[in-house]
T-cell receptor, first 115, second 112 residues
Framework: DQQVKQNSPSLSVQEGRISILNCDYT??????FLWYKKYPAEGPTFLIS?????DKNEDGRFTVFLNKSAKHLSLHIVPSQPGDSAVYFC??????????????FGQGTTLQVKP | DTGVSQDPRHKITKRGQNVTFRCDPI?????LYWYRQTLGQGPEFLTY????????KSRLLSDRFSAERPKGSFSTLEIQRTEQGDSAMYLC??????????FGPGTRLTVT
């Protein structure tokens, strides 16, 4: 049972353009969402997060949008840079109903930004 | 702050052998997590410690797996009688509160 899904295994964009990575979830108990970036042979690096009480959070070039009714979130990267090329993971947790804060991850989307 | 560290970074072992991995979390973080990642998948939760107490274990953590966090500092993950299906990246993460988790570089296990 895949509770967090990233249906696009890969995405290729031109440098300077917008990258949009998508994520869907099924568990309505999820109330906190995070995006991580992962380079080969390294652990995931935290990028940005959003609580379910918000619908948008912005940090520099990164913006996360949350649509609770659709159980969908997206990560926008503007402008995209070649250094953004990596695997991006969406993750969710149920903070109110769980004391552990464990994260449930999607399968990841490989982003390639072409110069 | 040196971040989360894990040792070793790579481990190759023969089927049936025991292996032990170590994780040193960020010093002020009282929460520690272990995850496992296989090729083409996202990390999957294995177990969670708050200080020295192991508060949750995933069903993925069979009885061949054991984790400890003595004194609430570093943690170890041991796999007994390794199987080829145990080959994966084992990731450790820590957090100060149950929100953002910070990951180490992982230990890549190959069981031959």
């Amino acid at each position: 049972d895949q509770q967090v899904k990233q249906n696009s295994p890969s995405l290729s964009v031109q440098e300077g353009r917008i990258s949009i990575l998508n994520c869907d979830y099924t568990n309505s108990m999820f109330d906190y969402f995070l995006w991580y970036k992962k380079y080969p042979a390294e652990g995931p690096t935290f990028l940005i997060s959003i609580s379910s009480i918000k619908d948008k959070n912005e940090d520099g070039r990164f913006t996360v949008f949350l649509n609770k009714s659709a159980k969908h979130l997206s990560l926008h990267i503007v402008p995209s840079q070649p250094g953004d090329s990596a695997v991006y993971f969406c993750a969710a947790s149920a903070q109110r109903s769980s004391n552990t804060g464990k994260l449930i991850f999607g399968q990841g989307t490989t982003l390639q930004v072409k110069p | 702050d040196t971040g989360v560290s894990q040792d070793p970074r790579h481990k190759i072992t023969k089927r049936g052998q025991n292996v032990t991995f170590r994780c040193d979390p960020i010093s002020e973080h009282n929460r520690l997590y272990w995850y496992r990642q296989t090729l083409g998948q996202g990390p999957e939760f294995l177990t969670y410690f708050q200080n020295e107490a192991q508060l949750e274990k995933s069903r993925l953590l069979s009885d061949r797996f054991s984790a400890e966090r003595p004194k609430g500092s570093f943690s170890t993950l041991e796999i007994q009688r390794t199987e080829q299906g145990d080959s994966a990246m084992y990731l450790c993460a820590s957090s100060e509160r149950s929100y953002e988790q910070y990951f180490g570089p992982g230990t890549r296990l190959t069981v031959t």
